[in-house]
Each structure stands twice: as C-alpha cells, then as structure tokens.
Nanobody, 126 residues
Framework: QVQLAESGGGLVQPGGSLRLSCIVSGGIFSSYSIGWFRQGLGKEREFVGAASWSGMITYSTDSMEGRFTISADNQKNTVFLQMNALEPEDTARYYC???????????????????WGQGTQVTVSS
C-alpha cells in the first residue's frame, strides 16, 4: 500500500514563497509518477503539476510553470513543489498523489491516481 504525506503548507503573504514536500512510502518510488493537485473552498480539485516516473515534469498552465517548480529527491522518496510569487488565488489545500501512468495527457487526470495524501493547507493572504 503506497502512502503519501504532504507537509510545508501555511500562511504566506502575497508574493511570498512556500515549498511543499511529499514523502512517499510503501512502494517502489521509481515506479510511480507523483502529481500535485489543489482544491480551493467550493472548487473542484485541479491538477497543478507532476513528476513522472520517466523523468518528465508537467505543469498545469504556463503561469504555474513560471511560478511553481516540481523536483524530486529519489534518495529520500520525496517530491517537492516550490511555489513562488504566490497569489491569493493560490489559496487551497494541496495534495500529492501517486499513479503508474506517465503520459502527459493522462497524468493530468486525477482519476488516474490511486493513492492520495491528506493534503496541506496553503493560505495566501495579507
């Protein structure tokens, strides 16, 4: 059973930065693509970005690609989401999830992810 645990959320002012971590356990880390999703209050859970097991990084939008960076530490079975220039619209609960798919079209689909963490809250406010 694959387990994921997010950390690093918190309250930050607009323009600030946060780095979220996702520790993966219970499976072969290199066999899974790890995606980041977020869900704002009253909104659907949306794709933020992902690091595939094949080494490809995919972001949801150009705006996110310019402000967010996904990286992985294979030695620590951890995937990071570095978020810069945060905006109030980035306020949401952020989740990491694991899937065995790697194709860019499929990796954006939350239905492809079988394992999810509990999430970490990010609040951007002055």
């Amino acid at each position: 059973q694959v387990q994921l645990a997010e950390s690093g959320g918190g309250l930050v002012q607009p323009g600030g930065s946060l780095r979220l971590s996702c520790i993966v356990s219970g499976g072969i880390f290199s066999s899974y693509s790890i995606g980041w999703f977020r869900q704002g209050l009253g909104k659907e859970r949306e794709f933020v970005g992902a690091a595939s097991w094949s080494g490809m990084i995919t972001y949801s939008t150009d705006s996110m690609e310019g402000r967010f960076t996904i990286s992985a530490d294979n030695q620590k079975n951890t995937v990071f989401l570095q978020m810069n220039a945060l905006e109030p619209e980035d306020t949401a609960r952020y989740y990491c999830a694991a899937t065995t798919v790697a194709r860019p079209g499929m990796i954006r689909d939350r239905r492809q992810y079988a394992f999810w963490g509990q999430g970490t809250q990010v609040t951007v406010s002055s």
